[in-house]
């Protein structure tokens, strides 16, 4: 590889993956507690789980500014250039920070904002892979990337408002009667920010309502693209496998790649979430 590609853990990529695809990735911190952690480096998702459910103060930041810094300038050694995919600027200034950065680097560094997290964000990080071996220029693969960035959609259903209203997304009065009302929030990532999409009453709705929100994208907004099918959970990896093999069932012909969702959206979702997208790839 002529460049150096480079993520952060909110792609979901951890790092045997990571050395299989041969990029490196950033690891976010979380704060828990007042206590810094590094997603996985030395955080348990279960661990965060039972501090998120104990009712712990939780919060995520972006990378430091000295350790992208540090990152680049060793990749620089061996690579010409440096590729790097921060998680969306709809959710964080890590883009913003990152693009200033490389300012200082005369070209050689390339921030690519993919307007993603999670299944999506792995899929652009797998498609610079892709345009690299193609033998573009380091320009051609962040351009082509944004491009494409928006050819993504996922859907997450919450299984408690609880963790929507510690992030004040929504009001607790909002959440109280909800809560009586088993009513179920369907989240969307649409353009690297999540908004509502729907309420409805009872998990079995909510998952209805995603799929049909997919089946829509499939039809219209990627029509006559190729598309890879994602799912994706928070909490333990039961739910995850049983609820990969939904998503498969619902769209057998497709492979369905599942992961946990990042933990900046668990911030907000909370354990036992489910979620589908897709994504348009680079073949």
């Excluded at 652009?124 to 345009?131: F, H, R, Y």
């Excluded at 992030?167 to 009586?180: D, K, L």
């Excluded at 009513?183 to 969307?188: D, G, M, S, T």
Aim: proline residues 5%.
């Amino acid at each position: 590889m002529r460049f150096a590609i480079v993520t952060d853990s909110n792609s979901g990529i951890y790092p045997e993956e990571a050395r299989e695809m041969g990029v490196r990735v950033v690891p976010m911190p979380v704060n828990i507690g007042g206590r810094e952690f590094l997603e996985t480096v030395n955080l348990e998702r279960d661990y965060f789980y039972q501090q998120q459910e104990a009712g712990v103060d939780i919060t995520t930041s972006q990378p430091s500014p000295g350790l992208l810094t540090e990152l680049w300038e060793e990749l620089l050694e061996t690579y010409e250039g440096v590729l790097y995919i921060p998680m969306t600027s709809g959710l964080s200034s890590s883009y913003a920070t990152a693009a200033i950065l490389a300012q200082e680097y005369e070209g050689k560094v390339r921030v690519v904002d993919a307007k993603r997290i999670s299944v999506p964000m792995w899929q652009i990080v797998q498609d610079a892979v892709v345009l690299e071996g193609k033998g573009l220029s380091l320009e051609e693969i962040g351009s082509r990337l944004e491009e494409n960035a928006l050819k993504a959609s996922i859907y997450i259903c919450t299984n408690s408002l609880e963790y929507l209203k510690r992030g004040g997304r929504i009001t607790p009065s909002a959440a109280a009667i909800g809560t009586v009302l088993h009513i179920k929030p369907v989240l969307q990532i649409q353009g690297g920010k999540v908004d509502a999409y729907a309420k409805v009453r009872g998990i079995r709705q909510a998952v209805e309502k995603m799929f049909t929100a997919l089946d829509n994208d499939l039809a219209e907004r990627f029509a006559n693209e190729k598309v890879h099918i994602f799912a994706a959970y928070s909490g333990d990896t039961g739910l995850g496998k049983t609820w990969k093999s939904v998503v498969q069932s619902r769209y057998p012909d497709s492979p369905v790649r599942c992961d946990p969702l990042a933990l900046s959206i668990c911030c907000h979702t909370g354990p036992q979430a489910v979620g589908i997208g897709c994504a348009v790839y680079e073949e």
